[in-house]
């Protein structure tokens, strides 16, 4: 293990996460600078000996550079210079299969390295519904900075364009992981990284994906305008019938619901009906980005809840018993959990209140909510108590005991 203090190997990675040489990095720490500090920083040159320095551990930033370094990054400066334990690539069982491939290869890369880097990659996208955001972000983040040293290797244009394709999906993911936990900034880098990848190597399902998970985001942040265009632009940008056109579409469905557009919502969901009906049942259904015929149910479940359809109860119902059964493959709990949120819903809109309570504290109990999904339950809550529910007292302590008042 590298001894090098952990502010330092984050800053390390982080850059090399996202492909930048040190001299790029140098390109956007002057442009994060405002004018006024722009005019008083040292040559490019001293900044990148500085950089080296501060990488290597050597030096620790003072002001204004680690507020500069962060700008730069799209993360938090606390995030990024705090004190939390980094870990390293090499002390990773995973990071480790995928070097003892490529030394074994007869050239720098080579397929095998290259297979196992795509096989992880899948890998890594079947644990997202089962793993805390915060435990698969870590792994997703190891396969990123190999990615980034593979880059350095001798390599075929065809090689290259694979191990884009790999970062793309890793980046994508990591930026999945970091809106699950609210991480605006960091989550947006990593979407412009993924988005980057996918311009450069034309992969059109990648760049629909980036749209319709920025889409997702500023849904559950209100913007329901906003989010409609998203998920319209990446139906644009999809292959036709791919998942992320599917997932698209049934995004723009739940954008019209918030936006109380009974029409244009039953029509989306019918649209998301006609796409799914051919498909057959993945290998792997719990692969986020391969879309999962049964997940159409869920997501109608959650557009009719939102929508204040009395269709969502038994919809909502059915998910989360298929969802908690072994019949459409393994147990599927964060799935279930929102689909408790959206039965409390759908069973507020039916006047049955002690029931909707009931499925809330469960939701909120579970240890599976993560922060991306707080406000749905929070919504719930505040629907109860302007109904003056004497369990929504309980409900609320126990929902700012799970994220804070």
């Known amino acids: 293990m590298e001894d090098i203090p952990p502010w330092a190997a984050r800053l390390r990675d982080e850059r090399r996460e996202r492909c930048w040489s040190c001299k790029e990095m140098v390109r956007r720490l002057v442009e994060a600078a405002d004018e006024q500090v722009r005019a008083h920083l040292p040559t490019r040159d001293s900044l990148l000996r500085m950089l080296r320095m501060w990488e290597a551990g050597k030096r620790r930033p003072r002001d204004p550079y680690p507020m500069l370094l962060a700008r730069a990054l799209g993360i938090d400066e606390e995030e990024l210079f705090g004190d939390d334990v980094h870990i390293s690539v090499g002390d990773d069982d995973e990071f480790n299969a995928l070097e003892l491939t490529r030394r074994a290869a007869a050239s720098d890369i080579g397929d095998a390295t290259l297979e196992r880097l795509e096989l992880a990659v899948d890998d890594l996208a079947v644990a997202y519904p089962g793993t805390p955001p915060h435990e698969l972000l870590t792994r997703v983040r190891r396969h990123l900075t190999y990615v980034s040293q593979l880059m350095d290797a001798k390599k075929t244009l065809a090689e290259h364009r694979r191990l884009l394709v790999a970062g793309g999906w890793l980046s994508l993911l990591a930026a999945t992981c970091l809106i699950d936990l609210r991480r605006f900034p960091a989550a947006a880098a990593r979407l412009r990284t993924a988005a980057q990848f996918a311009k450069d190597t034309e992969h059109r399902e990648i760049a629909a994906w980036c749209l319709e998970t920025e889409a997702w985001q500023v849904l559950t942040n209100g913007d329901y ?21 599917i997932q698209a579409t049934a995004q723009e469905g ?152």
């Open 225 to 245: 305008p906003r989010a409609l265009d998203l998920a319209q632009a990446a139906q644009r940008v999809a292959p036709l019938g791919s998942s992320a056109h």
């Open 254 to 405: 739940r954008a019209w619901a918030r936006l109380g557009a009974a029409r244009e919502t039953r029509a989306t969901l019918g649209r998301v009906a006609r796409l799914v009906e051919p498909l057959p049942a993945p290998d792997r259904p719990e692969h986020h980005y391969r879309y999962d015929p049964a997940k159409s149910d869920a997501y109608t479940a959650t557009t009719l809840s939102w929508l204040g359809d009395p269709a969502a109860e038994p919809y909502a119902r059915g998910v989360l018993a298929r969802l908690q059964s072994t019949t459409d493959g393994p147990p599927r709990p964060r799935r279930a959990v929102s689909a408790r949120l959206d039965l409390a819903l759908a069973l507020l809109a039916a006047d049955q209140l002690d029931e909707a309570g009931h499925a809330t504290l469960t939701a909120i109990t579970s240890g599976l909510l993560v922060p991306s999904n707080y406000w749905r339950a929070a919504e719930v809550i505040s629907a109860l108590e302007a109904r003056r529910v004497p369990e929504a007292a309980e409900l609320r302590e126990a929902y700012q005991e799970l994220c804070g008042p």
